[in-house]
């Protein structure tokens, strides 16, 4: 089976990593002809895929592939890849699956309740608001063509290099504390597992296609999640920092608009997947025990 993926990221790139065996032939996409020639190799295919151009042999790879993932946010205009290739995608004879990574965004704010894949989205930004309507086309190009399309909707992501034990070497981790305050998150090693999850039971099951959340068991105040890194480190906690004082990015400010606790019974009971790191403590400890931080 030959797998696409448009969009070589720190998630999708982990996916490629742990199950590149799995593949005959895996190709991915980058926005640049410099990042795509530093990709060649290793049983990679990179293609240049962006505003400023994709390479023609990249319409040959979707219309070979048995697998597709997309980690490609849409733009102004909508889903950049839909735009580009959902009429060769949907014409992909041995297409078996595609996976879609979108972001729980997609719910909006609910005052710190429990959302599942029931609740109706009702995204705040604008991002977000996009993400919807991707997952919309994606979801629709999949029951037209006959193609089982999972939407992925993940948390906030961490994992090496990118984890609150990095922040606390470099220093730049604060304690932002906003009252009620929670997030689901998830490490990029379960998403990596949860995709082939996922894979897996669209190959079993090619009526499974649906919405799925991967977000760990607990969601957490962000301030906790600090305090445990710290404590791993053997360092001072840092302060509480009020939220209402606190310096932040137009981005990072609109996080904090949107408060709820996001259930995955769902990524346990349909994909039938088990988390390696259940909370945020066990992935800090196993990544402090890697090397992170120091």
Not at 80 to 87: A, I, N, Q, T, W
Not at 113 to 123: F, L, S
Not at 274 to 286: D, M, N, S
Request: glycine share 10%.
């Amino acid at each position: 089976m030959n797998l696409v993926v448009f969009g070589h990221g720190y998630s999708a790139a982990r996916f490629v990593a742990l199950n590149r065996a799995r593949f005959s032939a895996v190709s991915v996409t980058t926005r640049s002809a410099e990042r795509a020639s530093a990709l060649q190799g290793g049983g990679l295919s990179a293609r240049r895929f962006g505003p400023d151009g994709t390479d023609p042999g990249l319409a040959d790879d979707v219309a070979a592939a048995g697998a597709i993932l997309v980690s490609v946010p849409p733009d102004a205009q909508g889903d950049p890849v839909l735009r580009s290739f959902g009429e060769a995608i949907a014409a992909a004879r041995g297409l078996r699956w595609i996976g879609y990574l979108s972001t729980v965004g997609v719910y909006g704010d609910h005052a710190g309740a429990w959302v599942d894949e029931t609740t109706p989205c009702r995204p705040v930004s604008e991002r977000s608001v996009r993400r919807v309507e991707a997952e919309e086309g994606w979801l629709a190009l999949g029951r037209e063509a006959g193609i089982p399309v999972h939407v992925l909707r993940l948390g906030g992501i961490y994992g090496p290099g990118q984890n609150a034990l990095v922040n606390l070497r470099d220093g730049t981790a604060r304690r932002i504390v906003k009252a009620g305050q929670v997030f689901s998150r998830i490490h990029v090693d379960d998403i990596a597992g949860a995709t082939a999850a996922s894979l897996d039971l669209a190959l079993a099951r090619p009526d499974q296609a649906g919405v799925c959340n991967v977000v760990d068991d607990e969601p957490a105040p962000p301030q906790d999640v600090v305090e445990y890194a710290a404590r791993l480190m053997g360092l001072p906690v840092p302060p509480d920092l009020p939220f209402e004082t606190a310096t932040l990015s137009p981005m990072a400010r609109s996080f904090y608009g949107e408060n709820k606790r996001v259930a995955n019974r769902r990524l346990h009971e349909v994909l039938g997947y088990a988390l390696l790191y259940p909370t945020y403590r066990e992935a800090l400890r196993a990544l402090w025990e890697a090397g992170e931080g120091r």
